[in-house]
């Protein structure tokens, strides 16, 4: 194609143009021609050469062809990179490297430490400092008196107690209380056969052994002396020979320790003389001053004492007999605990405190294994501190007020038509209560109440006949359950439109109480009062404060039912009383006990009030004997 186009430009030139080019043409197909001759006679000679050298020349030069064909053209020198693309290289391939470390450690750091559920962690190498432990914190046993005052003495050996016994008895104390001294050694309180020792003191064989050796030892400054004396709890018998026995060398066998207190010579009479202090207690003692110093010592059912004046040994036989029922004090209260099982916290509250009765909110429920276990657990401590089962109690109504909600047997008051139906609901509830470790049940609600009325809806919206005969058998369907019962609540919130939980109520009469005198036919164990103000009985007090209320009650219902408080931590009753009045004036208009759930007042500052005011005398000690006798005698028939 490209021969035929020349020979077509060829011809459309001019003539002289024309032979111009064919010469130049012929030319370049001349040289042609030559460069192709050359090369054949080049390859002719070569051809010749090679027949002429040796067979071995041949291979080498044949190898060196080879080598030449198969060796790849140099490469082409590289271009420097500029300066700014060569930084930006370095600083990816920097980065690339960090991040495979970070890759790598994460890994590892993942691979050492166990998921959630997989179990714990490495224990630490036996290298490894480990911060340095406190020793558990001592408790000193109970005190057996009340005491104004405690100070405790650290000693290293025994040789230094009679000397700082003697520093405490030269300090000036207040006349007529108790100072308790607490022996600390070795980082433990010592009990009553260390303390003896200390003063090299001769015990009779035996008598040791019928006393517990944690004792409670006192300074009693009485007419400007200070004058020791020890309690201690009995826990054998025939103390009173082994000491009557002691008497003819007690006075030789003591010296250290008399001569420690200031004893200077020998006894003014040198035999023990008896006194009566009460009816049913006597003590002997042995003087050795005027001034109210000797050697006292007493027997009594529970305890031994030992003092060394006569003023110190009479407050101590008192003080013994206040301690014991003010450890039974707590006996009268039913309480809010907080959470689901017994804490160091409920634990401390019932040590302190020693209450009769648990009130089990919402807050403390969550399924039958966790109640089962939480009733148990505060059993177990009742029995433990004080000797005596706890009322575990509930509001168990059915219907709205259902604190346990996992019950099958939930019926509402108002959906209760006949006796028969109350009988089998109350059994039926009671065998599930006490299957849980609920031994009361704070219900049924007898107030006569109409539709409008805050308590309406869990009431059983009857007539008062019909309300009463409900009442009475659903009771002793609970009876045959063996649950105790609490009817409430006396005479009734019955008019009343608002929540008298958050506002104390005045009314001007009492209500209808015909439904309360029926439901007693079945004996249910206690009645609930009200916190409302009837003006017709107390024109300033409400029912639960007011003796005249009270007795309004004990007149219509009779004086075997224990009467019980409506919840008294409610910050409406502080708006008109003091907190001690809100617990101590129940208590004086004779109510037996009182509910004080923690709600809106803590329980412990309830109680502490309350035990404040019976210290300082403020509670006539045979009204409350008579009330925790009344509620011992209810628990010893659970």
Not at 404 to 409: A, H, N
Not at 545 to 553: E, G, Y
Request: a negative charge; glycine letters at 6%; hydrophobic letters at 40%.
């Amino acid at each position: 194609m490209n021969q035929e186009a020349n020979q077509k430009d060829n011809q459309e030139l001019p003539e002289e143009e024309r032979l111009k080019f064919l010469k130049r043409e012929e030319v370049q197909t001349m040289e042609k021609d030559i460069a192709r001759l050359r090369e054949g006679e080049a390859q002719k000679e070569r051809e010749r050469i090679t027949e002429l050298k040796p067979e071995e020349e041949v291979k080498v030069e044949k190898a060196k062809e080879i080598e030449r064909e198969e060796t790849p053209p140099p490469l082409m020198p590289k271009v420097p990179e500029k300066p700014k693309a060569l930084a930006l290289k370095k600083i990816l391939i920097r980065t690339l490297i960090i991040g495979v470390l970070f890759l790598i450690l994460g890994y590892l750091v993942w691979s050492f430490i166990p998921m959630e559920g997989e179990g714990p962690a490495e224990e630490p190498s036996q290298t490894e400092e480990k911060p340095e432990e406190k020793p558990p914190e001592v408790t000193p046993p109970s005190s057996l008196i009340t005491v104004q005052k405690t100070e405790t003495l650290e000693i290293a050996s025994l040789e230094e107690l009679p000397n700082s016994l003697a520093q405490v008895l030269e300090k000036e104390l207040e006349n007529n209380t108790f100072n308790r001294i607490l022996i600390k050694k070795d980082g433990v309180f010592l009990g009553l056969e260390e303390f003896l020792e200390g003063f090299e003191v001769k015990i009779p064989e035996g008598l040791l052994s019928k006393l517990e050796n944690d004792f409670t030892l006192f300074v009693y400054p009485s007419e400007g002396f200070n004058r020791l004396g020890f309690v201690a709890k009995i826990q054998g018998e025939d103390l009173v020979g082994l000491m009557s026995a002691w008497e003819e060398s007690l006075e030789q066998d003591t010296e250290k320790l008399l001569t420690a207190l200031g004893k200077e010579g020998p006894a003014l009479v040198p035999y023990f003389k008896s006194t009566n202090f009460t009816n049913e207690t006597n003590f002997r003692f042995l003087t050795f001053s005027k001034q109210d110093f000797g050697i006292c010592y007493a027997v009594t059912d529970n305890y031994f004492f030992f003092a060394t004046s006569f003023a110190g040994m009479r407050a101590a036989i008192r003080a013994t007999e206040l301690k014991e029922l003010e450890n039974k004090l707590g006996q009268l209260f039913i309480i809010g605990i907080e959470g689901k099982e017994v804490t160091s916290e409920i634990k401390e509250l019932f040590r302190k405190y020693h209450p009769g009765g648990i009130l089990l909110l919402s807050k403390n429920i969550e399924s039958p294994v966790q109640l089962k276990e939480l009733t148990q657990d505060l059993q177990s401590l009742s029995l433990q501190e004080t000797g005596l089962p706890l009322f575990v109690a509930v509001d168990q109504e059915g219907g709205l007020i259902s604190r346990i909600e996992f019950l099958e047997e939930k019926t509402g008051q108002s959906e209760i038509e006949t006796p028969d139906q109350a009988l089998i609901i109350g059994k039926k509830r009671g065998e599930e209560l006490k299957e849980l470790g609920v031994n009361l049940n704070l219900a049924p609600l007898l107030d006569e109440i109409k539709e409008g009325d805050f308590l309406f809806n869990r009431s059983f919206q009857k007539t008062p006949v019909e309300t009463g005969s409900l009442a009475k058998s659903l009771i002793e369907g609970q009876k045959e359950a063996g649950i105790l019962t609490a009817i409430k609540h006396f005479p009734g919130y019955g008019g009343i439109d608002f929540n008298p939980e958050g506002k104390l109520a005045e009314k001007e009469t009492v209500p209808e109480i015909s439904q309360f005198k029926e439901a007693m036919e079945s004996n249910p164990e206690l009645v609930m009062t009200a916190n409302v103000i009837y003006k017709n009985l107390d024109e300033t007090l409400p029912f639960t404060f007011s003796s005249n209320a009270i007795l309004f009650l004990k007149n219509n219902l009779g004086g075997n039912v224990l009467i019980l408080s409506d919840d008294l931590a409610q910050n409406y009753l502080l708006e008109k009383f003091s907190l001690k009045d809100i617990l101590k004036k129940p208590i004086q208009a004779g109510v037996d006990l009182l509910i004080f759930s923690g709600w809106q007042i803590e329980v412990s500052k309830g109680l502490e009030e309350f035990f404040a005011s019976f210290r300082q005398g403020e509670l006539s000690e045979s009204q409350l004997e008579a009330a925790i006798s009344r509620i011992i005698q209810l628990k010893e028939n659970l």
